[in-house]
C-alpha cells in the first residue's frame, strides 16, 4: 500500500519514508506519546543516558573508541549529554544556593557575582572547556591516527563522565554548602582529583595501540597542556571585564 509521507509528501511504500525517513505510523500526540518519549530519549536503557553512562563507568574507554569506529545507535549523543547533564547541575546548583566562595571578598572583585553568573552558565562554562581539553589531547596524541574532531567527541564524553561524578556527590557539597571555605576547597579538590583519576582510566582504554604506561604520561601532559590554555584564557577574560582580583 503506498503512503503519503506527512512530513515531506513522498508518496512510498514500507514502513518508513524513503525520502526523509520518518516513520509511517506517526502516533497521536497525548500523556502516552509522551511518556514512550521520555522512556526512549532519556530512560529507555538500551539507547539512552542510562546506557551511555553505564558505559562510561564500566568501559568507558574502549565505548567512546567503538563510538567514534560507527557503533553509535545505543549511545545518547555526546554534546546531548553534556548539555542534560550540565544543565540539572547547574539547576541544583542554583536551587541549592551553593557557594564556593564563603567568605572571599577582595576590594575589586565581586566572588558572589561569579558565583551566580557560574550557576547561570554552567552548561555553557562545560562545554566551552572542551576545546581547551581537546587541544591538549590533539597535540599529545595526535600520531594514534584522530582528527581534532574525533578527539572533541572524545572530551565530550569525558565532560559528561566527570559531571556525573559531580552529581553522585553532590549531597556533600549541599552538607558542606556555607560552611568554612577550607572545608569546601578539600571537596572541590578531591573531586578534581576524581574526574582526572576518571580522564586517566578513559584514556588508557582508550589508546590501546600504545603502552599503558606511555598512555598514562601522554594523559598527564595533556592535562597540563589544558591547564596552561584554561589559565591563559581566564585571565584574558578576566583581563578583558577589568577584574583581575588582587
Known sequence: MEIICKNCHQVFKGHYCNNCGQP???????????????????????????????????????????????????HFKPLSLVVVLATLYGVLYHYFHINLFPDKSTSNFNY??????????????????????????????????YNYVEFFVLNTFKASQRLFAQLLTFPILIYLNNTDYQHIQKFTTTIYFIGVLLTLWTNIQFFNKISKTKALFLSLLSHFIFLICFIIVFIIILLLLGKIPE
Open 24 to 74: 509511517a505510523d506517526t502516533h497521536k500526540i497525548n500523556a502516552h506519546f509522551l511518556w514512550h518519549d521520555i522512556q526512549h530519549g532519556l530512560l529507555h536503557f538500551d539507547k539512552g543516558i542510562l546506557y551511555s553512562l553505564k558505559q562510561l563507568f564500566t568501559r568507558p574507554g574502549h565505548s567512546v573508541r567503538e563510538f567514534i569506529e560507527g557503533k553509535r545507535v545505543r
Open 112 to 145: 558572589d557575582e561569579l558565583n551566580e553568573w557560574q550557576a547561570a552558565h554552567f552548561s555553557w562554562i562545560i562545554i566551552a572547556t572542551i576545546p581547551l581539553y581537546t587541544v591538549g589531547t590533539y597535540i599529545v596524541f595526535r600520531k594514534q591516527g
